[in-house]
């Protein structure tokens, strides 16, 4: 059971950008649940996509993301007291690259500027487990990979998330008062992503370009949560993944076939992630609470 946050320390009201996503509308609605009032901003959907309110926004424009965060949009008023940046083109490859780097780049700025524009002290956003290395076709430098390292990005996409967890603390430097949490999130999965899960264990090169992660997005829920009751002033990073493979085989088995050279710096359960969320356990309180073996019944190898 995760360790519980206390109510009272959450933001009243935040934006959640990349609302309707695939994490944002679980993100979104999780944040009701725990009495958070939240307005929903996207660039495509509507109320229906969130169940509630919600405003149209391309983060392009800054002066569409100020006037969100302000109040200033009809309908929508009311203080924001935190961010939620999710929007994005969301892996590499889906876009020509330039495309790619200058809506991400572009929205993640505007989002960052309006906040401190707009007196917001607290951002959480989606960085992403790419800055590890990912596709790690060069070996991770150990395992299970963590913080602790400098940012490796091996694509457009994951160089710009790089560039985003740089910004942040530069923003930091700016403004003392202003806590910034960056959550590297792994490769999000919904329940129903899970029946395929048990095919991957017939070659273990299917999913070794993340070390075999995965993220539940009510997991990924609960982080985010956790991370805007985080009241430490300055930008941090943390991995954020579920606390098992998403192999039937051990963990230590997989890193010996696969990687036999890297260094294994923990001793491993048998299906415990190589994507190490240590850090998000101690300092942000945040627990991986879904399996996919919950859901799926595992080959058994």
């Given at each position: 059971?995760?360790?519980?946050?206390?109510?009272?320390?959450?933001?009243?009201?935040v934006?959640?950008t990349?609302?309707?996503?695939?994490?944002?509308?679980?993100?979104?609605?999780?944040?009701?649940?725990?009495?958070v009032?939240?307005?929903?901003?996207?660039?495509?959907?509507?109320?229906?996509?969130?169940?509630?309110?919600?405003?149209?926004?391309?983060?392009?424009?800054?002066?569409?993301?100020?006037?969100?965060?302000?109040?200033?949009?009809?309908?929508?008023?009311?203080?924001?007291?935190?961010?939620?940046?999710?929007?994005?083109?969301?892996?590499?490859?889906?876009?020509?690259?330039?495309?790619?780097?200058?809506?991400?780049?572009?929205?993640?700025y505007?989002?960052?500027?309006?906040?401190?524009?707009?007196?917001?002290?607290?951002?959480?956003?989606?960085?992403?487990?790419?800055?590890?290395?990912?596709?790690?076709?060069?070996?991770?430098?150990?395992?299970?990979?963590?913080e602790?390292?400098?940012?490796?990005?091996?694509?457009?996409?994951?160089l710009?998330?790089?560039?985003?967890?740089?910004?942040?603390?530069?923003?930091?430097?700016?403004?003392?008062?202003?806590?910034?949490?960056?959550?590297?999130?792994?490769?999000?999965?919904?329940?129903?992503?899970?029946?395929?899960?048990?095919?991957?264990?017939?070659?273990?090169?299917?999913?070794r370009?993340?070390?075999?992660?995965?993220?539940?997005?009510?997991?990924?829920?609960?982080?985010?949560?956790?991370?805007?009751?985080?009241?430490?002033?300055?930008a941090d990073?943390?991995?954020?993944?579920?606390?098992?493979?998403?192999?039937?085989?051990?963990?230590?088995?997989?890193?010996?076939?696969?990687?036999?050279?890297?260094?294994?710096?923990?001793?491993?359960?048998?299906?415990?992630?190589?994507?190490?969320?240590?850090?998000?356990?101690?300092?942000?309180?945040?627990?991986?609470?879904?399996?996919?073996?919950?859901?799926?019944?595992?080959?058994?190898?």
């Amino acid at each position: 059971m995760a360790n519980p946050v206390r109510k009272s320390v959450l933001p009243s009201r935040v934006v959640v950008t990349g609302a309707t996503g695939k994490l944002g509308r679980h993100v979104v609605a999780h944040l009701r649940r725990v009495g958070v009032d939240v307005l929903a901003v996207d660039r495509v959907g509507g109320p229906r996509d969130t169940d509630g309110e919600f405003l149209l926004v391309d983060l392009t424009d800054y002066g569409q993301v100020v006037e969100a965060f302000t109040g200033g949009a009809d309908e929508h008023p009311g203080k924001v007291d935190a961010i939620v940046h999710l929007a994005a083109v969301p892996a590499p490859g889906l876009m020509p690259n330039a495309t790619t780097f200058a809506n991400n780049s572009a929205a993640t700025y505007n989002v960052f500027a309006a906040a401190r524009a707009a007196g917001i002290k607290r951002v959480v956003w989606a960085s992403s487990e790419t800055v590890l290395g990912l596709p790690f076709d060069t070996p991770p430098p150990y395992a299970p990979v963590d913080e602790e390292y400098p940012p490796r990005p091996e694509s457009t996409y994951s160089l710009n998330k790089a560039l985003e967890e740089e910004m942040a603390r530069h923003f930091c430097r700016w403004d003392p008062e202003l806590v910034m949490v960056g959550l590297r999130f792994s490769n999000v999965m919904d329940v129903e992503d899970y029946a395929r899960f048990p095919s991957f264990d017939a070659d273990p090169q299917l999913r070794r370009w993340n070390l075999w992660g995965y993220i539940d997005a009510r997991d990924g829920a609960q982080a985010v949560e956790r991370a805007l009751a985080h009241d430490q002033p300055g930008a941090d990073v943390f991995i954020i993944a579920s606390a098992d493979t998403v192999m039937s085989r051990s963990s230590a088995s997989l890193m010996a076939e696969v990687y036999p050279g890297v260094e294994i710096r923990t001793e491993l359960g048998e299906h415990d992630t190589l994507l190490s969320i240590d850090k998000a356990r101690r300092v942000l309180g945040y627990e991986a609470e879904h399996s996919w073996r919950n859901h799926v019944q595992p080959t058994g190898r």
